[in-house]
């Protein structure tokens, strides 16, 4: 096998599972709804703990307003505690409500997922915690319980030596998929939905640690043999019989108050965990067996497996990234203020947080005429743009949490958006590129900045004109890409990105799309309006609007927004018996 072997079959599979206007991706074609997946896993034998069921306005926990998640030291860094670490998981991955249709009930969360299928699975590795986790060790959450399993106990030696390097009183937070969730109804296509499922959890995760003024880092140069032997998705016989998970990724999260011990301005991290601090899994006790998920066992693809491999990163870099001490939160506003992107007040409803991420919900469809303001759209904008904040030396939240290079920009499909001109348009999230782009694209553009667009934002009219019906025909010709103030496909630098890092750097291009993705699903609710993923999509009519030729730039998922019809033959009923 040559090296570039890994590489040709991750091309490959992003090119067979390709939608076309003739023939979508493999998929069986129809819903085995006998051998429906269980969205709900658990570890048999294990113990469980069960997490404090909290009310919104629970004291002293905080209480930010919404706007002030975007605020330098407005937040103060909270101690993790039984009544915090529930919290966290509350805002992250919880069951934020049950939808009932007849007899028919199912569960939504906190992190969004493609069909509401769930394929992302989360662990804790945490140290112990007074009144609720006696001892270190990795606990597994179960959504559906609020709760968490403990799968293995670690001694508190093993546990600091591990996590000497972070912050004092750091965790880990791991995320795996149980891919079959998502391969059950589609197919081929599938491995790239967990994949920004992935990036939606991350997203999720970095807005609940924000809440409670703790930062998140993802240690992204960590392999995935580290990765699935610190989770336990390695143990075979722990999965006897029931569907396997993939390991995708750890982060590391800390109170960002006890960041402040030394007179330096920054903090060093590394991007993974030293090989010589990973104790062997044979030196902890194990709990617990994994449920087996569909009574038949899964379908089996040959190029999902194939892909699986090639993606998977084999090493570790060694390298860091460096926090600003000053921007850590005090409990005092900041003094930076951007008149249009932070000005207190600037959200419609002025709503709590915790409200914003308790009602984010997937439109299901749109009313085909709400717009919204043109500060609304340019503020949604520029919470996606990973930029370096010049007073504070770093990227605002959430992308501190992402260590790479920006390689995702925004093909925008403007419909009704205030005192704007429909058309197409292109949101440049790495500036630098705007000159590849612009040779990458179609030659009559106009590459124009709309009328009063914040100079900072790198966003151009490309056409002027209704796009609507061009809109619909590349989202798998669903309307709700063109009912809605604006719809886009996510562009991701793509093959010189593969060849720069590896064949794994495909899932980190889909992780980027699902941490915008939760950035734009949370600006929609707090201004009012609702959002959703779109999946399907037509890959390669996508990239000839743009003027796309080859594999220099690819879509990889499409999003849209706009004011949202509900289904009033659906009930709401709250989540852990709590009316939120």
């Not at 969205?39 to 307003?65: E, N």
């Not at 460096?322 to 709503?351: C, I, K, L, T």
């Amino acid at each position: 096998m040559d090296a570039w072997a890994p590489l040709d079959v991750v091309m490959r599979y992003h090119q067979e599972t390709k939608h076309h206007f003739r023939r979508y991706a493999r998929s069986l074609g129809y819903m085995d709804w006998a051998n429906q997946p269980d969205p709900f896993r658990r570890y048999a034998g294990s113990p469980r703990v069960a997490l404090p069921i909290l009310k919104p306005d629970t004291t002293p926990l905080p209480q930010p307003r919404y706007a002030d998640l975007y605020r330098p030291r407005a937040i103060a860094s909270a101690p993790i505690n039984g009544n915090t670490l529930s919290r966290f998981l509350e805002y992250a991955l919880a069951i934020t409500a049950w939808k009932q249709a007849g007899a028919v009930r199912w569960a939504l969360r906190a992190n969004p997922s493609s069909g509401n299928l769930h394929p992302t699975e989360g662990y804790l590795l945490v140290g112990d915690v007074p009144g609720l986790l006696p001892l270190p060790g990795l606990y597994h959450y179960t959504a559906k319980e609020h709760a968490l399993e403990l799968r293995a106990e670690w001694s508190k030696e093993n546990f600091s030596a591990l996590l000497q390097v972070f912050p004092p009183h750091a965790f880990l937070l791991g995320f795996a998929s149980v891919n079959w969730r998502e391969t059950w109804k589609y197919g081929e296509r599938a491995f790239r939905y967990c994949q920004h499922d992935v990036g939606h959890a991350l997203g999720s995760a970095r807005f609940a640690a924000q809440i409670l003024g703790w930062r998140m880092l993802l240690l992204d140069g960590t392999a995935d043999d580290t990765v699935a032997a610190l989770l336990g998705v390695d143990r075979t016989d722990d999965f006897t019989g029931a569907e396997r998970e993939h390991p995708d990724c750890l982060a590391v999260v800390w109170p960002a108050s006890q960041e402040h011990g030394s007179s330096a301005a920054t903090i060093s991290l590394p991007l993974c965990l030293a090989p010589d601090a990973v104790p062997d899994s044979t030196r902890h006790t194990w709990h617990g067996k994994a449920n087996r998920l569909s009574p038949n066992k899964p379908v089996q693809w040959q190029i999902l497996n194939q892909v699986e491999v090639a993606a998977w990163k084999s090493s570790s870099e060694h390298s860091v990234v460096r926090f600003n001490r000053e921007s850590s939160a005090n409990g005092q506003a900041g003094d930076r203020e951007n008149v249009r992107v932070d000005a207190p007040g600037m959200y419609p409803h002025d709503q709590s947080a915790g409200r914003v991420i308790r009602q984010r919900r997937s439109a299901l469809a749109f009313d085909g005429k709400s717009a919204i303001s043109v500060d609304c759209f340019f503020t949604m904008l520029a919470r996606v743009m990973p930029r370096i904040e010049r007073e504070l030396c770093e990227r605002p939240m959430p992308w501190d949490l992402v260590p790479w290079a920006p390689a995702v920009h925004l093909a925008l499909f403007v419909h009704r958006v205030d005192c704007l001109a429909p058309g197409i348009y292109l949101l440049a999230r790495d500036p630098a590129q705007v000159p590849v782009l612009r040779a990458a694209m179609q030659r009559q553009f106009e590459w124009t900045a709309p009328p009063g667009c914040p100079a900072d934002l790198p966003l151009f009219l490309l056409e002027e004109g209704n796009a609507r019906q061009m809109a619909t025909d590349v989202s798998c010709h669903q309307e709700i890409a063109a009912d809605g103030a604006f719809s886009l496909g996510m562009i991701a630098e793509f093959e010189a990105k593969l060849r720069e890092h590896g064949p794994w750097f495909y899932r980190r291009l889909f992780w980027e799309t699902g941490v915008i993705g939760q950035v734009l699903y949370l600006e929609a609710e707090a201004n009012g309006v609702r959002a959703t993923g779109i999946g399907c999509f037509f890959d390669d009519p996508v990239h000839q609007v743009m003027g796309l030729n080859d594999a220099t730039f690819q879509s990889l998922y499409h999003f849209t927004t706009g004011g949202p019809v509900e289904d009033p033959r659906l009930t709401t009923l709250p989540p852990y018996g709590l009316d939120h």
